[in-house]
């Protein structure tokens, strides 16, 4: 081998160094920006994060009621909701009443719940009952009633809310025997 292809190889070689460490840096910047993005959707997701919580309420000058509070950071869209006494679904106030107290009261209000959106820290009725003694029947028997709700995030990230649980779920449940108040 002469001198000159020598000259050349070596340079060949300082060539193939400068490259290949080129391409390592490239690969270590791509790993970074992939990890501060992981992270940024992880910091926004946490800024939307919805908590929705179905809260029971009795005393002798307001009667019962049940509140749907939002107490996460952003807002809730209520997609789907199922309520049920004893186990048994019903489709709306009237009858969780009915199947709790035995009594066909009428004289109470309530708030939708499906198709709600709930802002955070937002404290929304959806059931008062000012009959002291219906409400106290509700309120000793509240065991008795349960709610699924299904709600969505901003970023469509979704959660059922089961004996005021929150679940993770890809998608909200399509009940048959969904709720309608």
Known sequence: MSEKDVVVARRWD??????VTSG????????????????QHKQVRAQVWPRLLLMPSFNHENGFSYSLENGGIGPAEVRTARVT?????????????????GKDFNDWTWGTIHGTLATPGSNRTVLT?????????????????????????????????????????????????????
Not at 85 to 101: E, S
């Open 129 to 181: 009952i000012k009959d002291e003694a219906i409400g106290g029947i509700m309120f000793k028997q509240q065991n008795r009633l349960s709610a699924e709700i299904c709600y969505c995030s901003a970023l469509e990230d979704c959660w059922v809310l089961e004996d005021n649980a929150p679940r993770l779920v890809s998608k909200c449940p399509d009940y048959s025997d969904a709720f309608n108040d």
């Open 85 to 101: 006494v004893d186990g048994k679904p019903v489709k709306n106030w009237h009858d969780a009443i009915l199947l709790m107290t």
């Open 24 to 39: 390592l840096v490239g690969l270590l910047a791509l790993a970074v920006s992939t990890y501060n993005v992981t992270l």
């Open 14 to 19: 300082r060539d193939l160094i400068v490259a």
